[in-house]
């Protein structure tokens, strides 16, 4: 069973920045694909970026050039870089991992974390 525990929430004006981290409990994390999804009041839960085990990347075409995912094995950990932050960006961001499958459906993943809040004031 792994544990994800996200951070780095918080309020930002439009156009700043923010560092989400997920922190996982797995020893073997460096095997795990990892997912950030996002889910904004009254919408479904949608995909923002993802990192294969081999560091391979895909981004939603809403914050491509503006969000970077990252990971490092050391730490157990996967990182949400985001800039040039937009109200639409608002939402709880939750981090997913899965010792096999990756891409943009959240049923692929199989842990999830609890979610950290991301507001972007106008």
């Known amino acids: 069973q792994v544990q994800l525990v996200e951070s780095g929430g918080g309020l930002v004006q439009t156009g700043g920045s923010l560092r989400l981290s997920c922190a996982a409990s797995e020893r073997t994390f460096s095997g795990y694909h990892m997912g950030w999804f996002r889910q904004a009041p009254g919408k479904e839960r949608e995909f923002v970026a993802a990192m294969s085990e081999s560091n391979s990347t895909y981004y939603a075409d809403s914050v491509k050039g503006r969000f970077t995912i990252s990971r490092d094995n050391v730490k157990n950990t996967v990182y949400l870089r985001m800039n040039s932050l937009k109200p639409e960006d608002t939402a709880v961001y939750y981090c997913?991992?899965?010792?096999?499958?990756?891409?943009?459906?959240?049923?692929?993943?199989?842990?999830w974390g609890q979610g950290t809040q991301v507001t972007v004031s106008s």
């Open positions: 997913a991992a899965d010792a096999s499958r990756w891409g943009t459906k959240a049923v692929l993943y199989d842990y």
